[in-house]
């Protein structure tokens, strides 16, 4: 009896410590230890070492907090602190009786009669014990989350103090155990690995190229114009991959292990070639000394292995060339399936398209006033996009006007494809009659009838296409689509052209090739027949010429390969001159002959060019399709392309920059720029067709390249198999290439593809019916919410900071003398503390009235109305929920 | 270490770490920032408040269109002038630290937004919100048409219980569903 009175004793004086402040947790924290402890006393509780135990496995959070605490309220005793003025007093008492229940615990309870104190707290029960601790884990807790809370500094002082010492009074009792070193480490280790882990995240987005001009422009120029940017960066990326698989793996090993410049034929430029070697203009046009560099496929020779390390230099070829298709058909597939996965994921996304842009756009670490500006332009742009969109959205006028208008304008756009892609067949077709005619008696016009086509075809068709689009009158962004769709099926006409004409070269060329290489066996033969039979020896010393002057075939492969580097070169000069031409110096008449013109030239007929968002991405596409189909035959073709991509990533940016000007409609770039890697996809297919089809049917040059000698170029792959492989993959590779295993196998792929394509389907439709369900939960959520009188604490918070009643200090003093008598209100455990900002986190019960009031004067009836002073008998909540008087 | 670089003394610090997002470092250096801005004479003054207008000189805010706002709320000054006391500018930054969670940094983002400081976003803050945003001047701002056309539709997003104005429940859901609010609503001095 005794000790349920002293019990009661601690309780009360914990209470009254209670009563001094104005902190609602506090009761809310006596209501919470209430009921542990008397679950304490119910159950048997456990024994203390596993106490300890369960301690030691607690979260470090509250170690450190609790080592916090004691130093500042150590601190803090020393100091004298002005708000609580029994402070020093009790504070003294409380750390001996604090540090007696330790030893208690520590040292067992047998040495128990030294002091007054420690007799005390040597009766407490286990149970009581356990309670204390959940008391103490609970102000932890407030403690740890304390900066939580949207409160002022001062009053979060107050609590915080309050906090602290109840816990170094009690914290006694609960066992410093031996883990707490380990705790410490463990602790910092977390926080060191988070500070890692957030500076390595910084230091990728500081390693991302170009993030700032890319911004700049998108400030400007909106997204859709940045999309291209991004895109640029995207393929820069791809390539220097493509560019370091490409090295490292053929360019370099024959560089440097292989044989040097001079050494033998392939390798030589010819005594003929030899004068003009060095000419710019040879240089210039890859002939000469470049011809035979390590730039083109005759360079490479046929030598099983270089160097001391074996290194298997055609079979690397081989497979670098492949494996750069593969490569990126695997990382442009990759890019799609991601892009698709955000563009679909999550119901909210076009839920909240404008408060989010309203709320969250502003970047509130900008500090550069040209940034801010560069901001409030980007945030303009953006907030008329999405306007734009929106509008797009309600315009429903006549339907089938809009309609025929379409399909009339499909039509236009076909019959001129149609009409160019008979116009291109026609001229490739003469030209092929031209070709077997003598040249000389061919105009120029006759020779170069097919490229001035091809141009005049560029040039005219995509002003024509987009003015027919005007016709549909469809969402910038999806007529930049059509566009994009219409120009790539004209360009695929100029592919194709280029195509059929190589291939007409190379097959002349490899008749050339095989009169040289018959030639040259003869002579041979001839050779050898004649030594043996004038020195009547089968031993014949190898002739012996120097490697100019060796007879040679025309290597098709570096043709093809100069072809395709002649190709991106005058890609490149032409994107820069039309560049300078039709943006720069357009801007630049524009701008100075402005001040002496008779009409507004600005605003007028020439004006500034927009950035040709369409004609940019395609020729990136296209460009990107030739250096696929050339690498193979060039190797240095890569090293070309990533300059290019490189130069015109800060030429266009400068560009557009100095002489462009927005869209007139600035819209915005689908969220997945997906098109783009369609389109992208499609070529990078087309142009592994050409190539593969050379590799598997086309015999090599005999005399350059790293496959000269062999019948088709795969066969180093085959050579590998039999020669270094153990037999028994070889006979694997042979079953496995069997007819009447690869049917059946490409038959289980088509049904696992109608599987998978089922399944998704399935999960499609699960998707739209799980969304559907979750739209309707939070619906009925909301309805809920809004009719419900709730209680909220966020809302008192946000009261309580309004200027009006904003500090603490009226409650203060008005507090505690309406709370002193009463009992605690008797609040159900799980409000306090941590769980009430868990409460929080949950996304917002609605504190306002219901609906039903409809908008009316504001403030809730008066009586209801929030006072400085909350009267015992309201509870927390009714009433508060109301917003307060308007001033 | 902190001894000699500033007036705080451990226990304050240890406090100020407790209760705020910051790290001692960043206290620290938020303390030397403070005291630079001190005026002269008042320098010895423990509570010492500075003055909206050397607060907004700081380059941190001084780009900021919303300067003026966050002084105002994080303001415990009696007279409103949105002068900062130390404890004021400490709670700024914690609430704009990295760390700070989204319940705090939203609801401090309402009250930012909360022009008028009625406890909610009716249209008249949206506009000036929107004011704000596009930097004020006449040749980014909308043309009342678009400004109506987007207040409208804000309001039809995220006014759930359609009384015509954004609450701060309101805000919190519409902006807890946000990609990068907690990214970009951030300062670091």
Known sequence: EARRKRIQNRRAKSQRKAKLTIEEEEDEDEDEDKAPRGRGRRKRPKPIDSDQDEEDEDKGKRQTATRRGRTTSKKKSDKEDSNDESGKEKGSRRQTRGKAASKTQKEDSSDSHNSDSENEEDQLSEGEIEALKEQVEEKKKLIATLRNKPWRMKKRLIILKEAQEFVEKFEGALGKGKGRKLYAFKIMMAKKFIKFKRDFENFKTACIPWERKIKEVESHFGSSVASYFLFLRWMYGLNLILFGLMFGLVVLPEVMMGLPYGSIPRKTVPRAEQETAMDYSVLFDFGGYAKYSFMFYGYYNNERTVGVLKFRLPLSYLLTGVGIFGYSLMVVIRMMARNSNEGGDGGDEGQFTFSWKMFTSWDFLIGNPETADNKYASITTSFKESIVDEQENQKDENIHLRRFLRVLANFMILCCLGGSGYLIYFVVKRSQDFAKLDPRSLTWFQKNEVEFVMSLLGLVCPPLFETIAELEDYHPRIALKWQLGRIFALFLGNLYTFLFALFDEVNAKMLDEKAVKNATEWAYQEYYANYSSFHNTTDVPPLNIPPADVVRGPCWETAVGIEFVKLTVSDVQVTFLTILVGDFARAVIVRFLNYCWCWDLEAGFPSYAEFDISGNVLGLVFNQGMIWMGVFYAPGLMGVNVLRLLTSMYFQCWAVMSSNVPHERVFKASRSNNFYMALLLLVLFLSLLPVIYSIMTLPPSFDCGPFSGQDRMYDVVLETISRDLPAFIGNILTYASNPGLIMPAILLMVLAIYYLNTVSKGYQQANTDLKKKMQMARDEEKNRRNNKDSTNQMMKDLEDLLPDKSLFKPQVQEKPPTEKGSKPTKMKPGTAGVNLHKEVSLASPNPRGPVSRGPGPRGGPPGNAMGPQPGPGRGRGRGRGAPPPRR | ?189
Request: glycine share 4%; hydrophobic share 35%.
């Open chain 2, 1 to 189: 270490m902190g001894a000699t670089a500033s007036q705080l003394d451990k226990g304050m610090l240890s406090e100020y770490q407790e209760l705020t997002f910051l790290t001692k470092q960043e206290i620290l250096l938020a303390h030397k920032r403070f005291s630079e801005l001190v005026p002269k004479e008042e320098i010895d003054r423990i509570n010492c408040r500075i003055p909206m207008s050397l607060i907004l000189t700081l380059p941190e805010l001084k780009s900021n269109p919303f300067n003026e706002r966050i002084c105002k709320v994080f303001s415990t000054s009696d007279i409103k002038d949105g002068s900062l006391s130390f404890d004021d500018f400490l709670d700024l930054l914690s609430a704009f630290s990295d760390s700070a969670t989204l319940e705090i940094k939203s609801h401090y983002a309402f009250r930012i937004f909360d022009f008028d400081d009625d406890g909610t976003l009716g249209r008249h803050d949206l506009e000036k919100l929107v004011n704000c945003l596009t930097g004020g001047t006449d040749d980014t701002n909308l043309t009342p048409d678009e400004m109506r056309q987007l207040i409208d539709n804000i309001l039809e997003e995220s006014d759930i219980d359609k009384d015509g104005t954004v609450n701060l429940s309101e805000f919190q859901h519409v902006i807890s569903r946000s990609p990068d609010f907690v990214s970009s609503f951030k300062i670091v001095l």
